[in-house]
C-alpha cells in the first residue's frame, strides 16, 4: 500500500522558517516528479512546487518563489519544502503527492495529474 506522510507543519509568526518533509512509502517514485500543493479552508488546493524526477528541475508558485526551496531524497523516499520568511497568507494544510506520469522533464503544476497524495500538515502563520 503506498502511503505519503507529511509533517513538520505548526503554528509560527510571520517571518519564520518551517521545513516540511513527505516520506513515501510502498513504492519508489523515482521516476515521478513530486510536488507540494495548499490547500486553505474554502479554496481550491493550489500548486506550491515541484521537482522532476531528476532532481535537476524545480518550479514555483510565484507567491512563494525565492522563499520555498523543494527538494528530493530518493535514497530516503523523502521530499521536503523549506519554508522562510512565511506570510499569514501561506495559511493552510500543505500536501505532497506524486505525478502519474513517468519521466517527465517538468513536473506539473495541474492536481489532476497527480495521483498519489498525503493526508496534509497544517501550517498556521499568524501576523
Known amino acids: 500500500q503506498v502511503q505519503l506522510v507529511e509533517s513538520g507543519g505548526g503554528l509560527v509568526q510571520a517571518g519564520d522558517s518551517l521545513r516540511l518533509s513527505c516520506v513515501i512509502s510502498?513504492?519508489?517514485?523515482?521516476?515521478?516528479?513530486l510536488a507540494w500543493f495548499r490547500q486553505a479552508p474554502g479554496k481550491e488546493r493550489d500548486f506550491v512546487a515541484s521537482?522532476?524526477?531528476?532532481?535537476?528541475?524545480?518550479d514555483y508558485a510565484d507567491s512563494v518563489k525565492d522563499r520555498f526551496t523543494i527538494s528530493r531524497d530518493d535514497a530516503k523516499n523523502s521530499i521536503y519544502l523549506q519554508m522562510n520568511s512565511l506570510k499569514p497568507e501561506d495559511t493552510a494544510t500543505y500536501y505532497c503527492?506524486?505525478?502519474?506520469?513517468?519521466?517527465?522533464?517538468?513536473?506539473?503544476?495541474?492536481?489532476?495529474?497527480?495521483?498519489?497524495w498525503g493526508q496534509g500538515t497544517q501550517v498556521t502563520v499568524s501576523s
Open positions: 521537482v522532476s524526477w531528476t532532481g535537476l528541475r524545480t
Open positions: 510502498g513504492r519508489s517514485f523515482g521516476s515521478n516528479g
Open positions: 503527492a506524486a505525478e502519474y506520469q513517468t519521466l517527465k522533464l517538468v513536473a506539473s503544476r495541474r492536481p489532476q495529474d497527480y495521483n498519489f
